[in-house]
């Protein structure tokens, strides 16, 4: 596997480095010592799983407040999503920088947010699938999030929105929202 650091502090692009042969490949998805030369979180306590039947359905954008605050792993399985995530951490040169990356069963790539992003995505295909890797249990009271179009995110979405839960379309915006770092 290889990491790329994004534009965003602490954020990284992880792609497969597969070894082929007449049968296929095999690839290392996540490795805690080399996730560890960079000081990154590399034990997960929790692997979930997102699917949406239509493309254009958008969730987002999450995040935990402290204590509960969470490091994800994101990778698209099936499909293809554009994933988001935006920088909330008050002292980060970054602060408030959002970024999108392609996630998709064909690039295998992953997505490792740090503490104090929110994240959401958008399906670029029907029938997508999403796994999340995450190194805490999840509390549902220290669940939160941001409204999907906040201007003050200036967020760019590829797709009309098809499908959105109540509850991310009841997101405060950035300025009424809790903070995360």
């Known amino acids: 596997m290889t990491l790329e650091e994004l534009p965003l502090a602490g954020a990284y ?4 480095s597969p070894h082929t042969d007449e049968r296929g490949f095999f690839a290392r998805t996540v ?3 080399t996730l560890a030369t960079r000081g990154l979180v590399g034990r997960f306590r929790q692997s979930s799983v997102s699917f949406n039947l239509r493309r254009g ?3 987002g954008m999450h995040y935990a407040i402290a204590p509960h605050a969470e490091t994800k792993l994101v990778r698209c399985t099936m499909g293809a ?10 002292n980060s040169p970054t602060y408030l920088q959002s970024i999108g990356v392609e996630l998709s069963a064909r690039n295998r790539a992953a997505l490792y947010i740090p503490v104090g992003f929110a994240h959401g995505f958008q399906t670029l295909q029907d029938e997508t699938e999403v796994l999340y890797m995450i190194d805490r249990t999840y509390v549902a009271e220290a669940a939160q ?16 929105v098809t499908v959105i839960s109540e509850r991310d379309l009841a997101f405060p915006a950035w300025a009424d929202a809790e903070t995360v770092a």
């Open 13 to 16: 692009r992880i792609s497969l």
């Open 81 to 90: 999503i554009h994933d988001v995530i935006v920088d909330l951490r008050r």
């Open 57 to 59: 359905t958008t969730r």
């Open 145 to 160: 999030g941001l409204r999907w179009d906040d201007p003050a995110l200036d967020i760019v979405w590829p797709e009309p």
């Open 31 to 33: 490795c805690e010592d």
